[in-house]
């Protein structure tokens, strides 16, 4: 099993940063791909970005040029640096992990969940 805790989380203006990560813990041995996802209220949880173990990364189209996804596998850390924060990207932001080596931006090819952290951008 691998857990995964998420932080950095809160509420900030539209157009100011956040800095979330991820730390896994548990058997956290392989190289498996890294993702965030997301799910405001009454919508469906959708694909933020994700990364490989390389360092290979893939996101949604309205984060690209905003978001960064970067890893320190020694760590057995994520981060997710978001810049010019937009009031459509509230949501809690979950960390998750694939059985996988490979980008994928199905939520179903993941098998380990954080509990998630909540982020609201206001105008």
């Known amino acids: 099993q691998v857990q995964l805790v998420e932080s950095g989380g809160g509420s900030v203006q539209a157009g100011d940063s956040l800095r979330l990560s991820c730390t896994a813990s548990g058997r956290t041995a392989g190289r498996d791909a890294m993702a965030w996802f997301r799910q405001a209220p009454g919508k469906e949880r959708e694909f933020v970005a994700a990364?490989?173990?390389?360092?290979?990364?893939a996101y949604r189209d309205s984060v690209k040029g905003r978001f960064t996804f970067s890893r320190d596998n020694a760590k057995n850390t994520v981060s997710l640096e978001m810049n010019s924060l937009k009031p459509e990207d509230t949501a809690v932001y979950y960390c998750?992990?694939?059985?996988?080596?490979?980008?994928?931006?199905?939520?179903?090819?993941?098998?380990?969940w954080g509990r998630g952290t909540q982020v609201t951008v206001s105008s």
């Open positions: 998750a992990r694939s059985l996988s080596s490979t980008l994928d931006s199905r939520a179903e090819r993941y098998r380990f």
């Open positions: 990364i490989t173990w390389g360092g290979n990364t």
